[in-house]
Protein backbone atom coordinates (compact mmCIF):
# COMPACT_ATOMS: atom_id res chain seq x y z
CA UNK A 1 0.00 0.00 0.00
CA UNK A 2 1.23 3.34 -1.16
CA UNK A 3 1.90 5.87 1.67
CA UNK A 4 0.25 8.96 1.80
CA UNK A 5 2.09 12.07 1.11
CA UNK A 6 2.03 15.20 3.08
CA UNK A 7 -0.76 17.15 1.00
CA UNK A 8 -2.46 14.39 0.87
CA UNK A 9 -2.79 13.75 4.68
CA UNK A 10 -3.38 17.64 5.39
CA UNK A 11 -6.20 17.66 2.87
CA UNK A 12 -8.01 14.60 5.09
CA UNK A 13 -6.82 16.57 8.27
CA UNK A 14 -4.60 18.04 10.69
CA UNK A 15 -1.22 16.43 11.24
CA UNK A 16 0.77 16.60 14.47
CA UNK A 17 4.57 17.54 14.18
CA UNK A 18 6.85 16.48 16.66
CA UNK A 19 9.05 18.65 19.05
CA UNK A 20 12.55 20.41 19.68
CA UNK A 21 15.52 18.42 19.05
CA UNK A 22 18.14 20.33 20.37
CA UNK A 23 16.88 21.56 23.20
CA UNK A 24 16.11 18.09 24.64
CA UNK A 25 19.43 16.39 23.61
CA UNK A 26 20.96 19.58 25.01
CA UNK A 27 19.35 18.47 28.41
CA UNK A 28 20.06 14.80 28.18
CA UNK A 29 24.09 16.00 27.56
CA UNK A 30 24.23 15.07 23.54
CA UNK A 31 24.37 18.50 21.90
CA UNK A 32 26.00 21.60 22.83
CA UNK A 33 24.77 24.88 23.53
CA UNK A 34 25.76 27.40 21.53
CA UNK A 35 26.45 26.01 18.24
CA UNK A 36 23.61 24.09 18.36
CA UNK A 37 24.53 21.15 15.97
CA UNK A 38 23.08 18.08 15.07
CA UNK A 39 26.13 15.66 15.29
CA UNK A 40 24.77 13.36 17.52
CA UNK A 41 22.88 12.06 14.50
CA UNK A 42 26.34 10.31 13.94
CA UNK A 43 28.06 10.28 17.67
CA UNK A 44 25.44 9.27 19.38
CA UNK A 45 22.45 7.58 17.18
CA UNK A 46 20.70 5.78 20.15
CA UNK A 47 19.78 8.71 21.67
CA UNK A 48 18.56 10.58 18.11
CA UNK A 49 16.57 7.21 17.86
CA UNK A 50 15.26 7.20 21.34
CA UNK A 51 13.83 10.77 20.86
CA UNK A 52 12.33 9.92 17.66
CA UNK A 53 10.63 6.71 18.93
CA UNK A 54 9.32 9.15 21.74
CA UNK A 55 7.75 11.47 19.46
CA UNK A 56 6.05 8.59 17.65
CA UNK A 57 4.91 7.00 20.26
CA UNK A 58 3.10 10.64 21.89
CA UNK A 59 1.68 10.57 18.06
CA UNK A 60 3.91 12.84 16.03
CA UNK A 61 3.01 11.81 12.35
CA UNK A 62 6.04 13.22 11.22
CA UNK A 63 9.47 12.40 11.96
CA UNK A 64 11.84 14.91 11.28
CA UNK A 65 15.50 14.16 10.33
CA UNK A 66 17.87 16.19 13.23
CA UNK A 67 18.91 17.94 10.36
CA UNK A 68 18.54 21.72 12.35
CA UNK A 69 22.01 23.83 11.26
CA UNK A 70 23.76 21.21 10.30
CA UNK A 71 25.14 23.69 6.72
CA UNK A 72 28.95 23.37 6.05
CA UNK A 73 29.28 26.90 7.45
CA UNK A 74 27.24 26.55 10.63
CA UNK A 75 29.82 23.36 11.65
CA UNK A 76 32.34 25.15 11.08
CA UNK A 77 31.44 28.25 12.75
CA UNK A 78 33.60 29.92 15.66
CA UNK A 79 35.76 27.29 16.38
CA UNK A 80 32.79 24.85 15.83
CA UNK A 81 35.02 21.34 15.84
CA UNK A 82 32.32 19.32 14.55
CA UNK A 83 33.20 20.91 11.42
CA UNK A 84 36.96 18.96 12.29
CA UNK A 85 34.90 15.54 12.33
CA UNK A 86 32.11 15.51 10.00
CA UNK A 87 30.60 17.09 6.21
CA UNK A 88 27.36 18.08 6.79
CA UNK A 89 26.76 15.36 3.97
CA UNK A 90 27.73 12.88 6.70
CA UNK A 91 25.78 14.20 9.27
CA UNK A 92 22.64 14.93 7.30
CA UNK A 93 22.94 11.75 5.90
CA UNK A 94 22.65 9.73 9.04
CA UNK A 95 20.03 11.46 10.40
CA UNK A 96 18.07 10.95 7.37
CA UNK A 97 18.61 7.55 7.85
CA UNK A 98 17.48 7.58 11.35
CA UNK A 99 13.82 9.14 10.73
CA UNK A 100 13.50 7.04 7.75
CA UNK A 101 13.79 3.90 10.44
CA UNK A 102 11.55 5.64 12.74
CA UNK A 103 9.14 6.58 10.49
CA UNK A 104 8.65 2.79 9.36
CA UNK A 105 7.77 1.62 12.69
CA UNK A 106 4.65 3.87 12.01
CA UNK A 107 3.03 5.19 9.76
CA UNK A 108 4.67 8.67 9.85
CA UNK A 109 6.19 10.94 7.02
CA UNK A 110 10.03 11.67 6.95
CA UNK A 111 11.14 15.51 6.11
CA UNK A 112 14.59 16.99 5.67
CA UNK A 113 15.12 20.63 6.74
CA UNK A 114 17.19 23.58 6.04
CA UNK A 115 17.46 26.82 8.08
CA UNK A 116 19.26 30.37 8.25
CA UNK A 117 23.02 30.14 7.68
CA UNK A 118 25.77 31.67 8.90
CA UNK A 119 26.63 32.80 4.62
CA UNK A 120 23.82 35.05 4.92
CA UNK A 121 24.40 36.49 7.81
CA UNK A 122 27.42 37.63 6.98
CA UNK A 123 26.38 39.32 3.93
CA UNK A 124 26.99 37.03 0.87
CA UNK A 125 24.91 37.03 -2.09
CA UNK A 126 22.40 34.70 -3.21
CA UNK A 127 24.41 32.06 -4.96
CA UNK A 128 26.77 31.64 -2.30
CA UNK A 129 23.38 31.30 0.38
CA UNK A 130 21.53 28.76 -2.24
CA UNK A 131 24.45 26.47 -2.67
CA UNK A 132 24.76 25.92 0.97
CA UNK A 133 21.54 24.74 0.97
CA UNK A 134 21.49 22.93 -2.16
CA UNK A 135 23.97 20.80 -0.42
CA UNK A 136 22.12 20.02 2.18
CA UNK A 137 19.03 19.32 0.37
CA UNK A 138 20.85 16.91 -2.18
CA UNK A 139 21.08 14.66 0.52
CA UNK A 140 17.47 14.65 1.53
CA UNK A 141 16.60 13.99 -2.38
CA UNK A 142 19.00 11.21 -2.03
CA UNK A 143 17.74 9.52 0.79
CA UNK A 144 13.85 9.75 -0.68
CA UNK A 145 13.06 11.89 2.18
CA UNK A 146 8.84 12.38 2.03
CA UNK A 147 8.93 16.58 1.63
CA UNK A 148 11.21 19.25 2.42
CA UNK A 149 11.17 22.27 5.17
CA UNK A 150 12.56 25.81 5.41
CA UNK A 151 12.85 26.50 9.08
CA UNK A 152 13.81 28.74 11.34
CA UNK A 153 14.32 31.95 9.14
CA UNK A 154 14.29 35.32 10.23
CA UNK A 155 14.66 37.29 6.79
CA UNK A 156 11.81 36.62 4.05
CA UNK A 157 15.07 37.48 1.75
CA UNK A 158 16.86 34.39 3.22
CA UNK A 159 13.52 32.07 3.28
CA UNK A 160 13.12 32.96 -0.40
CA UNK A 161 16.34 31.46 -1.94
CA UNK A 162 15.68 28.62 0.54
CA UNK A 163 12.46 28.06 -0.75
CA UNK A 164 14.09 28.56 -4.17
CA UNK A 165 16.02 25.39 -3.89
CA UNK A 166 13.47 22.96 -2.11
CA UNK A 167 11.43 23.61 -5.29
CA UNK A 168 14.09 22.51 -7.47
CA UNK A 169 13.47 19.10 -5.82
CA UNK A 170 10.05 18.32 -7.07
CA UNK A 171 9.12 17.38 -3.96
CA UNK A 172 6.12 19.09 -1.47
CA UNK A 173 7.67 22.49 0.61
CA UNK A 174 6.68 23.63 3.89
CA UNK A 175 8.24 26.68 5.50
CA UNK A 176 8.24 28.36 8.95
CA UNK A 177 9.51 31.49 9.44
CA UNK A 178 10.95 31.84 13.39
CA UNK A 179 9.13 35.61 13.68
CA UNK A 180 6.44 37.33 15.67
CA UNK A 181 3.35 39.98 14.96
CA UNK A 182 6.07 42.24 14.57
CA UNK A 183 7.51 40.33 11.16
CA UNK A 184 11.03 39.53 10.38
CA UNK A 185 13.93 41.40 11.47
CA UNK A 186 13.83 44.06 8.87
CA UNK A 187 10.17 44.71 9.69
CA UNK A 188 8.50 42.81 6.64
CA UNK A 189 5.23 42.66 8.10
CA UNK A 190 4.38 39.00 9.13
CA UNK A 191 1.59 39.06 6.31
CA UNK A 192 3.69 40.19 3.69
CA UNK A 193 6.39 36.97 4.94
CA UNK A 194 3.15 34.59 4.16
CA UNK A 195 2.39 35.93 0.83
CA UNK A 196 6.00 35.90 -0.30
CA UNK A 197 6.37 32.81 0.99
CA UNK A 198 3.38 31.46 -0.76
CA UNK A 199 4.35 33.10 -3.95
CA UNK A 200 8.17 31.25 -3.76
CA UNK A 201 6.22 28.11 -4.04
CA UNK A 202 5.58 26.96 -0.71
CA UNK A 203 2.89 24.16 -0.05
CA UNK A 204 2.64 25.26 3.70
CA UNK A 205 2.96 28.44 5.47
CA UNK A 206 3.75 29.15 8.86
CA UNK A 207 6.01 30.32 12.01
CA UNK A 208 8.56 28.07 14.22
CA UNK A 209 10.18 28.85 17.48
CA UNK A 210 11.04 31.91 19.07
CA UNK A 211 7.35 32.77 20.52
CA UNK A 212 5.29 30.76 22.60
CA UNK A 213 2.27 28.99 20.97
CA UNK A 214 -0.04 31.76 21.42
CA UNK A 215 2.42 34.45 20.64
CA UNK A 216 2.91 32.67 17.68
CA UNK A 217 -0.92 32.29 16.74
CA UNK A 218 -1.36 36.03 16.54
CA UNK A 219 1.42 35.70 13.88
CA UNK A 220 -0.53 33.19 12.12
CA UNK A 221 -3.67 35.26 12.29
CA UNK A 222 -1.87 37.76 10.46
CA UNK A 223 -0.15 35.70 8.00
CA UNK A 224 -3.78 34.15 7.42
CA UNK A 225 -5.02 37.51 7.28
CA UNK A 226 -2.91 38.21 4.63
CA UNK A 227 -2.66 35.55 2.28
CA UNK A 228 -6.60 35.49 1.46
CA UNK A 229 -6.11 39.29 0.82
CA UNK A 230 -4.09 38.08 -1.74
CA UNK A 231 -6.08 35.13 -2.55
CA UNK A 232 -3.90 32.59 -1.95
CA UNK A 233 -4.96 31.35 1.22
CA UNK A 234 -6.69 28.34 -0.78
CA UNK A 235 -3.27 27.45 -2.31
CA UNK A 236 -1.74 26.59 1.14
CA UNK A 237 -1.63 25.00 4.13
CA UNK A 238 -0.96 26.73 7.91
CA UNK A 239 1.69 25.52 9.78
CA UNK A 240 3.08 26.09 13.42
CA UNK A 241 5.39 24.74 15.57
CA UNK A 242 5.69 27.19 18.42
CA UNK A 243 8.20 27.40 21.79
CA UNK A 244 6.92 25.17 24.86
CA UNK A 245 7.93 27.89 26.82
CA UNK A 246 5.59 31.41 27.33
CA UNK A 247 7.41 34.57 26.24
CA UNK A 248 4.42 37.20 26.36
CA UNK A 249 7.54 39.28 27.26
CA UNK A 250 9.74 38.53 24.77
CA UNK A 251 10.80 41.42 22.19
CA UNK A 252 11.14 41.14 18.21
CA UNK A 253 13.68 38.33 18.00
CA UNK A 254 11.82 36.14 20.83
CA UNK A 255 13.13 33.89 23.64
CA UNK A 256 16.71 34.44 21.98
CA UNK A 257 16.51 38.20 23.93
CA UNK A 258 15.23 36.91 26.84
CA UNK A 259 18.10 36.96 29.84
CA UNK A 260 17.01 33.29 30.55
CA UNK A 261 17.49 32.12 27.35
CA UNK A 262 19.29 29.47 26.92
CA UNK A 263 19.46 27.34 30.43
CA UNK A 264 16.98 29.23 32.91
CA UNK A 265 13.96 28.93 30.82
CA UNK A 266 12.32 26.09 32.95
CA UNK A 267 9.95 28.14 35.00
CA UNK A 268 8.51 29.74 31.63
CA UNK A 269 7.89 26.00 30.44
CA UNK A 270 4.16 24.97 29.22
CA UNK A 271 2.04 22.83 30.94
CA UNK A 272 0.13 20.04 29.29
CA UNK A 273 -2.76 21.71 29.62
CA UNK A 274 -1.59 24.99 28.19
CA UNK A 275 -0.83 22.61 25.08
CA UNK A 276 -4.75 21.29 24.55
CA UNK A 277 -5.40 25.21 24.40
CA UNK A 278 -2.85 25.37 21.75
CA UNK A 279 -4.32 22.16 19.82
CA UNK A 280 -8.09 23.77 19.80
CA UNK A 281 -6.75 27.09 19.21
CA UNK A 282 -4.76 26.23 16.12
CA UNK A 283 -7.35 23.46 14.53
CA UNK A 284 -10.39 26.45 14.72
CA UNK A 285 -7.82 29.07 13.43
CA UNK A 286 -7.43 26.76 10.54
CA UNK A 287 -3.76 25.21 11.07
CA UNK A 288 -3.45 22.08 9.86
CA UNK A 289 0.20 21.08 10.26
CA UNK A 290 0.33 21.43 14.56
CA UNK A 291 4.10 20.51 16.16
CA UNK A 292 6.42 22.11 18.06
CA UNK A 293 9.68 23.77 18.61
CA UNK A 294 12.50 24.41 21.29
CA UNK A 295 11.03 22.79 24.94
CA UNK A 296 8.61 20.46 23.54
CA UNK A 297 9.09 17.00 25.06
CA UNK A 298 6.13 13.56 23.89
CA UNK A 299 4.04 14.78 26.84
CA UNK A 300 3.29 18.24 25.13
CA UNK A 301 2.85 16.64 21.59
CA UNK A 302 0.70 13.55 23.44
CA UNK A 303 -1.44 16.73 24.52
CA UNK A 304 -1.87 17.70 21.01
CA UNK A 305 -2.80 14.38 19.79
CA UNK A 306 -5.45 14.36 22.53
CA UNK A 307 -7.24 17.11 22.49
CA UNK A 308 -7.21 16.41 18.14
CA UNK A 309 -8.51 12.62 18.15
CA UNK A 310 -12.01 13.74 17.38
CA UNK A 311 -10.41 15.61 14.04
CA UNK A 312 -8.17 12.62 13.41
CA UNK A 313 -11.12 10.11 12.79
CA UNK A 314 -10.49 8.53 16.87
CA UNK A 315 -6.86 8.68 16.26
CA UNK A 316 -5.08 7.35 19.84
CA UNK A 317 -1.57 7.55 20.38
CA UNK A 318 0.19 4.52 22.00
CA UNK A 319 1.50 7.05 24.57
CA UNK A 320 -1.83 7.49 25.94
CA UNK A 321 -2.40 3.94 26.51
CA UNK A 322 -1.41 4.90 30.31
CA UNK A 323 -2.91 8.31 30.13
CA UNK A 324 -6.47 9.02 31.36
CA UNK A 325 -7.17 12.49 29.93
CA UNK A 326 -7.66 15.85 32.12
CA UNK A 327 -6.45 13.18 35.00
CA UNK A 328 -8.96 10.71 35.39
CA UNK A 329 -6.41 8.22 36.67
CA UNK A 330 -6.56 10.48 39.61
CA UNK A 331 -9.86 9.06 40.82
CA UNK A 332 -7.25 5.53 41.99
CA UNK A 333 -4.87 8.24 44.09
CA UNK A 334 -4.82 7.22 48.21
CA UNK A 335 -5.37 10.90 48.84
CA UNK A 336 -9.19 12.14 48.53
CA UNK A 337 -7.88 16.41 47.80
CA UNK A 338 -6.09 14.67 45.19
CA UNK A 339 -8.98 12.44 43.74
CA UNK A 340 -10.68 15.72 43.47
CA UNK A 341 -8.60 16.98 40.96
CA UNK A 342 -9.43 13.98 38.79
CA UNK A 343 -11.85 16.35 36.36
CA UNK A 344 -11.27 18.72 33.32
CA UNK A 345 -12.58 22.03 34.78
CA UNK A 346 -9.46 21.58 37.77
CA UNK A 347 -6.93 21.18 35.13
CA UNK A 348 -7.88 23.65 32.63
CA UNK A 349 -9.12 26.56 34.91
CA UNK A 350 -5.26 26.13 37.10
CA UNK A 351 -2.98 28.76 37.45
CA UNK A 352 0.42 27.14 38.33
CA UNK A 353 2.82 28.72 40.62
CA UNK A 354 6.30 29.00 40.29
CA UNK A 355 7.30 28.30 43.77
CA UNK A 356 9.99 31.15 43.72
CA UNK A 357 8.98 33.98 46.04
CA UNK A 358 10.78 36.95 44.73
CA UNK A 359 10.84 35.58 41.10
CA UNK A 360 9.44 38.25 38.46
CA UNK A 361 6.51 37.79 36.49
CA UNK A 362 7.98 38.87 33.60
CA UNK A 363 11.70 39.87 31.96
CA UNK A 364 13.11 42.57 30.32
CA UNK A 365 14.44 41.16 26.78
CA UNK A 366 18.00 42.44 25.21
CA UNK A 367 16.85 44.54 21.97
CA UNK A 368 20.33 45.07 20.58
CA UNK A 369 19.21 45.86 17.17
CA UNK A 370 21.84 43.67 15.02
CA UNK A 371 20.89 42.23 11.45
CA UNK A 372 22.22 41.47 8.50
CA UNK A 373 25.37 43.57 7.92
CA UNK A 374 26.16 44.68 11.69
CA UNK A 375 29.94 43.58 12.07
CA UNK A 376 28.79 41.69 15.10
CA UNK A 377 27.15 39.35 12.88
CA UNK A 378 29.93 38.34 10.70
CA UNK A 379 30.92 35.03 11.18
CA UNK A 380 33.98 33.04 10.71
CA UNK A 381 35.66 30.00 11.32
CA UNK A 382 37.90 31.07 14.29
CA UNK A 383 37.21 30.88 17.63
CA UNK A 384 35.35 33.86 19.21
CA UNK A 385 38.42 36.07 20.43
CA UNK A 386 39.10 37.93 23.33
CA UNK A 387 38.81 41.25 21.67
CA UNK A 388 35.48 40.04 19.58
CA UNK A 389 33.96 39.35 23.27
CA UNK A 390 34.89 42.96 25.02
CA UNK A 391 33.53 44.51 21.97
CA UNK A 392 30.09 42.53 22.74
CA UNK A 393 30.09 43.17 26.11
CA UNK A 394 31.23 46.78 25.94
CA UNK A 395 27.78 46.80 23.53
CA UNK A 396 25.91 45.22 25.72
CA UNK A 397 27.14 48.05 28.39
CA UNK A 398 29.15 45.34 30.71
Known amino acids: MTKKGLLERLAEGPIIGDGGFVFALEKRGYVKAGPWTPEAAVENPDAVLGLHREFLRAGSDVMQAFTFYASDDKLDNRGNSAAEKYTGYAINKRAAELAKQVAAEGDALTLGG??????????????????????????????????????????????????????ESGKAVASTMCIGPKGDIDGVPAAECAVRMAKAGSNVVGVNCHFDPFVSLETIKLMKAGLEEAGLL?????????????????????????????????????????????????????????????????????????????????????????????????????KPWVRARARKDYW?????????????????????????????LKQH??????????????????
Open 114 to 167: VSQCPTYLSGAGKAEVQEEFRKQIKVFVESDLDFLLCEYFEHIEEMEWAIEVCK
Open 234 to 334: DKVYLMCQPLAYHTPDAGKQGFIDLPEFPFSLEPRVCTRWDMHNYARQAYDLGVRYIGGCCGFEAYHIRAISEELSKERGGKVSKGSEKHDLWGGGLVMHT
Open 348 to 376: DNLCPCTGRPYSASLSKPDEWGVSRGDEL
Open 381 to 398: KEDTTEDEMKSVLCRNGK
